[in-house]
């Protein structure tokens, strides 16, 4: 299983958000590259990165930090945040994005998701970001009547080959993650699986490591790392198929 250190860009700097609240934000480093190259030095090879600008505005804002993060890393680096239309994903693969995540766009506009597929079929992630397995949408704004696992079903069938479940309620809370949520999403499709929410310890991971069977593939890790209730490198070790 593997696993992948968040940064998530706010004006520039690495913040933090509690359950996706922009009024509750703790700011970490105002160096988002000195972050990277430090998850690179505890053994990371993938990264999560989200423009929260992106995410509140619907435009990309930090393009510049995210390519220097991009050209001068290892890593292969999954961005999302603000991505809703073609031209901003194209960028993102122009400066060396391993591969992109859609978000709450994709759910009123399927016509959007199926371009992206056609043009990167196996480069596309959605993000299922949920709450009381309900799906939430506008930036995590508001929840809708659209339950999750039928959203996977249906993301499944357009030819998405890679997923993010993010239970929101737990999502910068470190109360660990939602496994029955994660379950039900793992017993309805069979596209591989990213968890993210609320892991704050090896017993966590532990946990989603089970899962790993049942077509888990890896977790993400934000506030733990930051907070340093987890140590990143103890993680990847941990996580390792020798851990």
Not at 104 to 118: G, H, P, S
Not at 149 to 168: C, H, P, R, S, W
């Amino acid at each position: 299983m593997i696993v992948i250190p968040a940064i998530d860009i706010m004006d520039g700097k690495v913040v933090r958000l509690k359950q996706g609240k922009f009024q509750e934000v703790t700011v970490y480093s105002e160096h988002p590259f000195d972050i990277a190259q430090q998850w690179i030095a505890q053994g990371a090879q993938f990264m999560h990165i989200v423009d929260l600008d992106g995410a509140a505005t619907g435009q990309i804002k930090n393009l510049a930090v995210i390519n220097s993060i991009i050209r001068y890393t290892k890593a292969q680096v999954q961005v999302g945040g603000g991505i809703r239309d073609i031209d901003t994903i194209q960028r993102l693969f122009s400066v060396g994005a391993a591969s992109v995540v859609l978000g709450t766009k994709v759910i009123e506009d399927k016509d959007f998701l199926k371009k992206a597929l056609e043009t990167w079929p196996d480069k596309i992630i959605v993000s299922i970001d949920a709450s009381h397995g309900k799906l939430a949408k506008e930036g995590w704004t508001s929840i809708s009547t659209i339950n999750a696992t039928d959203f996977a079903k249906e993301l499944q069938d357009m030819g998405v080959k890679g997923l993010i479940y993010t239970d929101i309620s737990r999502d910068g809370m470190l109360k660990g993650p939602n496994i029955d949520g994660i379950k039900s999403i793992l017993d309805s499709v069979d596209v591989p699986l990213v968890a993210s929410g609320g892991i704050s310890s090896l017993a966590d991971l532990k946990k989603l490591k089970e899962l790993e069977k049942e077509g888990l593939r890896g977790a993400i890790l934000g506030k733990a790392i930051y907070e340093r209730s987890l140590s990143l490198r103890g993680a990847i070790e941990f996580c390792s198929p020798r851990g």
